[in-house]
């Protein structure tokens, strides 16, 4: 099963500042809103070694999605090394009453600093779930973010922010990973009411255009989504890929364990 890879983010740091996830090729996925008119942009680069050792890379929007979708394709100058192509997944449908786990990384507003006249931003992994059934105005998935200490801000970072900011800016463009498969990218900051809770531009509204298809199979891209298999949020082996026993199965130990020994042995 592919998992959630959390080196492919990057930061958008022109024209305005935000996340970006690497797809495949030299490809970034991201949101169109961070982009205003321009199609310029520069992407933060970081050493694997010393994470404050930083270059920005002048790189191009290459697409932008209909139709107010805020969704965007980042290409990178052809100095940098392509990557493996990520898989695209499919949410089951909304009529569907399931859970699915959800993950990504983003550069949250609540985690950047200044010390010495040099700003700071912090990678934040952040966790929790999409509930199929419950959708947003304008197509858009709810994220509900894990209530976790290690995830949500402190009050002590809530107060360092203005009134009219939200502690996830700087998140937009983060890819949602679900079991291993990108669905989306989070594009909107929670309302204050809300604050637990993110939402994402799903990538169903453009699995079937024609561009975003062509753009991906050029950079060996398979555009075509895998459909999310959601396990149990309440099984703690949720790693176990075989299905449940039936309610009808009975135990013959005397052939099961002469079985196991011909399989192990």
Known sequence: MPQ????????IVAPKYGTAYRIGGRLLLTCRHLFDNSNDCKVRFRSTSNYSDKQDIDAQVIWKAPDNIDIALVELPETIETCDPVSFGLLPDASSTQKVKFDCLGFPLFL???EDEIKYATGLHIEGTVDVANRVPHHRLLLNIKDSKEIQ???EQLER????QSPWQGTSGSAIVCYG???GVQSKQPIR????SLEAESLARVYDNPEWCEILENHDIDPEPKPVISASLKSS???NQAPPKPSYFVERPEVSIELNKLLLS
């Open 153 to 155: 801000p402190t009050d």
């Open 237 to 239: 082996s949720y790693r």
């Open 112 to 114: 950047r600093y200044v």
């Open 193 to 196: 009411d809300r604050p637990a």
């Open 161 to 164: 922010l203005a009134e009219d």
């Open 181 to 183: 498969l990108v669905i």
């Open 4 to 11: 959630f890879q959390p080196d492919r983010a990057l930061e």
